[in-house]
Structures are given as C-alpha cells and as structure tokens.
C-alpha cells in the first residue's frame, strides 16, 4: 500500500476540489485508520453497531488538524466506498467539532463527479436536512456509551470556513 501522504496532497483547495482518502464506509462500527507512522490503515475499536458511521469517514491527505490527526472529511454518496481509496471531492462545508476538549473539525464534501444525482450537491443548503439532523445526532452523542458529553457540534458552516480550515491544516502539515 501506498502512503497517501506522500503520493497525494490536498488538491485544489482554492478551486474547491479536494482529495479524500476513505477510512470508514458509511454503515460501519469499525474505527479504521490510517495510521501515519507505518502508512497502513489499522482496525483501532469496534464502536457499539448503534453508533454506526451515518456516512463515509475520511482524511485529506497532507494536513494536520488542531487535533495533531490528518483532518477529516464527512463523504457524502449514495452508496458506501471502500476503504482505502481516494477520490477527488466537492468542498461543500465544514462541521464544527470538538471531541474531549481538542479541535477536531470535518469537512463536508461529495465526490467531485456524481453523475448518480447530476452533481446536485454544491452547499449543504443542497443536503436534505435529515441529513444534517443525523450528522448532528451522530457526532453528539457517539461516545455516550464510553465517555458521555465529551463531543460537541458546535454547527454547520459553509464553504468559506471549510477552505479556511483546510488551509489552516495545510499550514500546520508544512510546519511540522
């Protein structure tokens, strides 16, 4: 396997074409990731199977959120991705985050090719707001078995914010 870090970068920040590497399909209790350090995905827990993944759950490549992770992507599509693959992804917004007291934002995207849906989605004014109710849900309460009140969503912003994460994360990758 190839290390994502070394043969991708974060893609067209300021055109709004990211890469993703996938981690988690949608509809998984397995905490997969990717592992910097030996540059391989590792299995790190299994979640209870009712905190399952409400989408697909991955990392750009090439940054660093304030958590000292690679920053994470919500991949929104129909159908659940495999593990281990990338694609090239629609910045669409960005999910305030907080997980035990530390920065740990997501960005929102879509793939930056959907024919399926006729690249409807261009803004999460776009997503069907149940959607967004689940992510909320999701991110809110998934460690109340382990470690209840310790994750906050602090909201849903637009694209603006989600570049300008992204950007941060860039800056932090480089000075590292």
């Known amino acids: 396997m190839a290390d994502f870090n070394k043969i991708l970068d974060a893609g067209d920040v300021d055109g709004g074409i990211i890469n993703v590497v996938v981690e988690i399909p949608t509809g998984s209790n397995h905490k997969i990731e990717w592992n910097r350090q030996l540059a391989c995905f590792e299995l790190d827990r299994v979640e209870p199977i009712a905190f399952a993944k409400p989408c697909n759950y991955g990392f750009i490549p090439q940054t660093l959120d304030e958590d000292g992770d690679e920053l994470d992507a919500?991949?929104?599509?129909?159908?659940p991705l495999s593990t281990g693959i990338f694609l090239q992804a629609k910045v669409i917004g960005v999910m305030k985050f907080v997980d035990d007291g530390e920065v740990d934002d997501k960005i929102?995207?879509?793939?930056?090719?959907?024919r399926n849906n006729g690249n409807a989605y261009n803004s999460l004014a776009d997503l069907p707001e149940q959607l967004i109710k689940q992510l909320n849900f999701h991110f809110s309460h998934y460690k109340d078995l382990k470690k209840a009140g310790t994750t906050v969503v602090e909201g849903f912003f637009g694209i603006d914010v989600a570049t300008e994460v992204i950007k941060e994360s860039q800056k932090r990758w480089n000075e590292q």
């Open 108 to 114: 929102i995207v879509v793939p930056a090719d959907d």
């Open 74 to 79: 919500l991949i929104i599509t129909d159908q």
